[in-house]
């Protein structure tokens, strides 16, 4: 059967935190590449549509979100008793119970520990929870994508499409077939990878334009660096300079090692820095938090860091842990963090400067 001819070339970044959507009309320019507005649930009455996707989905309780509320769009294949949410609304649900939101999924698709095909997220959560497997989390992200895209643009179904996925470079193989199965799932079928770092040395060298020989004319190598929210990936370019004064022969040499080291654990770092000032707080000081406000100030320090690290951010921002049942004002406690502390813990703590003489 000969399919029709794709229209747009789309670039889908399934990112750890956050998933967007590029596009560009094969007759355009690339000057004319658009974001995607995902519509998304911000509350159970209230769609918005933003470009950033969280990549997140919550496994509610049956009957938690309300008798008015209707499924997410496409369903996903959840129970209608117990239905999942996805994107921003979902994170602000796990926020305030992290025992029902699968988040990560990308890095357990890539985890060789587990079997990533069978229903183990939210991991470690008790069994009134229905769980999913990172396989089926990734691919009810894309289902979404391509429901968006599929209203938007109705003329042009993803599908038919010419579509580039983007994974670390470090994946390794069985990590690459997962993704390309999520995509299946998603009914995108023919759907081509591209390594994140290469992605980001590609815009990099279009953004320089005519200047490209000129920035690289003293260079020999280039690192690319790609701290992502679950992963960082290091990829390291030859560069040859071309003898007649023109474009350089760009040669990729190495990809680092699969380090499961990201934003993730950056959120980590903040909360256990955290956590001795709200133990401080708590009825008997000096108890650490049990597991399950742990894990909501860890989401609630996420959040936080988000906001800081932002453009024209606050110079500090209060996190607030509920309490639960009878004693929900009584056990409500708060503490500051300020954007300093963000910026030494997050930004000088994961990449902090050194010389060039220093030894790991």
Not at 36 to 43: A, V
């Amino acid at each position: 059967m000969n399919l029709p001819s794709p229209l747009y070339v789309i670039g889908i970044d399934l990112g750890t935190s956050h998933t967007v959507v590029a596009s560009v009309a094969l007759d355009g320019a690339t000057s004319d590449i658009a974001l995607l507005d995902i519509p998304q649930r911000s509350t159970a009455g209230e769609l918005v549509a933003q470009p950033l996707l969280p990549s997140v989905r919550y496994q509610a309780a049956q009957g938690e979100l309300g008798e008015g509320w209707r499924q997410p769009w496409p369903p996903q294949g959840a129970d209608a008793a117990a239905p999942a949410v996805i994107g921003r609304w979902a994170r602000d649900l796990g926020a305030a119970v992290p025992g029902r939101l699968v988040a990560s999924a990308k890095s357990w698709l890539s985890h060789t520990g587990v079997d990533r095909t069978a229903a183990i997220l939210p991991w470690g959560a008790g069994e009134d929870v229905a769980k999913v497997s990172p396989l089926a989390a990734s691919s009810s992200y894309l289902a979404h994508v391509r429901a968006a895209w599929d209203q938007a643009h109705p003329e042009a179904p993803l599908h038919l499409q010419s579509v580039v996925l983007t994974v670390p470079a470090s994946f390794d193989e069985g990590a690459r077939a997962l993704t390309l199965e999520a995509a299946q799932m998603a009914g995108l079928p023919r759907v081509q990878l591209l390594e994140e770092p290469k992605a980001a040395f590609h815009d990099w060298l279009v953004l320089q334009g005519d200047e490209l020989a000129v920035q690289l004319v003293d260079s020999r190598l280039v690192l690319v660096v790609d701290v992502g929210g679950g992963t960082t990936d290091l990829t390291l370019i030859r560069v040859d300079a071309a003898p007649d004064g023109g474009l350089p022969t760009l040669t990729r040499t190495a990809v680092g090692e699969h380090l499961m080291l990201g934003g993730d654990n950056m959120d980590l770092a903040l909360a256990h820095q955290l956590e001795p000032a709200f133990a401080a707080k708590a009825p008997d000081p000096g108890q650490r938090l049990s597991v399950q406000r742990f894990a909501q100030l860890v989401q609630r320090c996420r959040m936080a860091k988000e906001q800081l690290l932002a453009q024209n951010a606050p110079e500090q921002i209060g996190i607030t842990l509920l309490g639960g049942g009878s004693k929900l004002l009584a056990a409500t406690q708060s503490v500051t963090l300020t954007r300093e502390q963000v910026r030494q813990s997050v930004v000088d703590g994961f990449l902090p400067v050194a010389q060039m003489s220093d030894m790991p």
